[in-house]
Structure formats: structure tokens, C-alpha cells
Nanobody, 126 residues
């Protein structure tokens, strides 16, 4: 059974940084593209970024470019989301996700992801 567990959320002032972690189990982690999404109150899930299984190529939403970095440590079965220069509009529950099959490049669409963590709350105060 695939399990994804996020951690690292919290309350931070605008301009600050947080690093989120997502520990994966139940899948051959190194073969999976991993995605990060977020959901703000009253809004739909929004793509944040993803990292491919092939050499760690990354893709980002425009809102994340230049501020957020997705990385992975296959030895630890963990994917990270480093968030810098945080803004109040980054306040959301952040989720990591994995697609149903390995060796894909993933996408920005939540429908392409099957496995989800429980989420971790990030609150950015102004």
C-alpha cells in the first residue's frame, strides 16, 4: 500500500522560508515522478511543482518559479519542497502526490495522480 506523509508545515512570516518533506513508502520511489500541490481555503487544488524520476527534471507553476525548489533523495524515499520568499497568498494545505504508474513524466493535472498524502498546513502571515 502506497503511503505518502508530508511534514514541515507551519506558521511563517512573509519573506520567510519553509522546507516541506514527503516520505514515501509502498512504491519503488526512484521510479516515480512526484508532484506537489496546494489547496487554499475555498479554492481548488493547484499544481505547485513536480520532479521527474529520470534525473530529477523539475517543472513549476508560474507562482512558484524562482521561489520554490522541488528536490528528491531516492536513498531516503523522500521528496522536498523548499519554499523561499513566502507570501501570504502561499497560505494553503500542501500535498505531495504520486501517479498510478511509474516511469511517467507526470503532469500539472491532479487527475493524473492517484496517491496523495494527508497534507501539511502552511500559513504565511503578513
Amino acid at each position: 500500500q502506497v503511503q505518502l506523509v508530508e511534514s514541515g508545515g507551519g506558521l511563517v512570516q512573509a519573506g520567510g522560508s519553509l522546507r516541506l518533506s514527503c516520505a514515501a513508502s509502498g512504491l519503488t520511489f526512484s521510479s516515480y515522478t512526484m508532484g506537489w500541490f496546494r489547496q487554499a481555503p475555498g479554492k481548488e487544488h493547484e499544481f505547485v511543482g513536480r520532479i521527474t524520476w529520470t534525473g530529477g527534471v523539475t517543472y513549476y507553476a508560474d507562482s512558484a518559479k524562482g521561489r520554490f525548489t522541488v528536490s528528491r533523495d531516492n536513498a531516503k524515499n523522500t521528496v522536498y519542497l523548499q519554499m523561499n520568499s513566502l507570501k501570504p497568498e502561499d497560505t494553503a494545505v500542501y500535498y505531495c502526490a504520486a501517479p498510478p504508474q511509474p516511469r511517467g513524466l507526470g503532469s500539472r493535472s491532479i487527475s493524473e495522480y492517484l496517491h496523495w498524502g494527508q497534507g501539511t498546513q502552511v500559513t504565511v502571515s503578513s
